[in-house]
């Protein structure tokens, strides 16, 4: 079975500060992928970033970062100084590789306030 | 970029009648397209699967007869809530696929049921 557990339901932040969003999850399949979607309030979920799970890179998008780390199976999204643009409700994500069966499992979702 | 949209974008119906959601995927064509539910402050759960030309693949625990899913064209999936309950009040999300192998899903903005 798989799984997502985003430990932290409610993160409020004052503008400027960086944030860091945690993902644990846990497949027994050997491939997969990872995601993160942003859901602002208009309810539209937007993609945000898919890692492979044999890339272990880490990956920075502007103020966006990701910390990819097979070994304790986690998936962190860092945002550095943070907007009040970034409220939103943050789902990490993951699906398995094996074409037919690649349907998307998420977290409980991470809701972030940005005060200004 | 792939665009899905879906209407209506919000329904409130008395309980007791039916509903019919639109998934349209706008400048491409879908093999897949996928079916969610979201209640307030919760995560996407996944409710079906539906292939083009093919029945819907329905996840466990939901009614195959009270959430009935056609997906009788590459551009367009309907789900229709029949005999709606307050209990079916949600936000119906659908995602499309433009082949089985790819990965990426892209979502539509998302329907808000409201069953008096």
């Known amino acids: 079975a798989q799984k997502v557990t985003q430990a932290q339901t409610e993160i409020s932040v004052v503008e400027k500060e960086d944030v860091t969003l945690d993902c644990v999850y846990e497949?027994?399949?050997?491939?997969?992928?990872l995601f993160w979607y942003k859901q602002p309030p208009s309810g539209e979920l937007v993609f945000l970033i898919r890692r492979n799970s044999f890339d272990e890179q880490n990956e920075i998008s502007g103020r966006y970062s990701w910390n990819f780390q097979k070994s304790t199976s986690s998936f962190n999204f860092t945002i550095t100084a943070s907007q009040v643009v970034d409220s939103a409700v943050y789902f990490c994500a993951l699906s398995p590789i094996i074409q037919g069966a690649q349907k998307l499992v998420f977290g409980q979702g991470t809701r972030l306030t940005i005060n200004p | 970029g792939a665009v899905v949209s879906q209407h209506p974008s919000w329904v409130i119906c008395k309980s007791g009648t039916s509903v019919k959601i639109e998934c349209r995927s706008l400048d491409f064509q879908a093999t897949t397209m996928f079916w969610y539910r979201q209640f307030p402050k919760q995560s996407l759960m996944l409710m079906a699967t539906s292939n083009e030309g093919s029945k819907a693949t329905y996840e466990q625990g939901v009614e195959k007869d009270k959430f009935l899913i056609n997906h009788a064209s590459l551009t367009l999936s309907t789900l229709t809530v029949t005999s709606a309950h307050p209990e079916d009040s949600s936000f119906y999300i659908c995602?499309?696929?433009?082949?089985?192998?790819?990965?990426?899903?892209?979502f539509g903005p998302g329907t808000r049921l409201t069953v008096l």
């Open positions: 995602s499309a696929r433009r082949q089985p192998g790819r990965w990426r899903e892209f």
């Open positions: 497949t027994r399949d050997t491939t997969y992928y």
